[in-house]
């Protein structure tokens, strides 16, 4: 059985991997980071299962312009094989000759310890602070 301290960093790469999957377009990877039912909501959209977010992500994230996704500030509280993760999160996007701080504010997870690992059953996107967000949505 893991210890606390190796649940929680496995959680923290669960997170991490999110993002650099998300900026590296792979978003069938991303999807994988989702329990069969895990759900993925925002203020604009929601998808349950890998593929239905995968799917989503696919059709709101464009190529352009460059965005770069962060994850800071975890808190995470272990409870067996279920978990609750809050985070801070920050978008930059390219813009012009620079990057622009696009939107950020706070991811509330539920994640459970399945085969193969921690997966995501919640991910619940809170927007605080927004600009340009450059999604095929609006946010």
Known sequence: MPTASEDRDAIRE???RYCFAMDRHMFAELGELFASDGEWIAPYARATGPAEVAALMQRNVPVAPGRMHFTMNSVISLDG????AESNY???LQSGGGLVPSICGIYLDVLARKPGGWHFRRRE???HIKGEVGLNVQV
């Open 81 to 84: 094989d279920r978990a609750e």
């Open 125 to 127: 996107l809170i927007h």
């Open 14 to 16: 669960v997170l991490h």
């Open 90 to 92: 920050l978008v930059v």
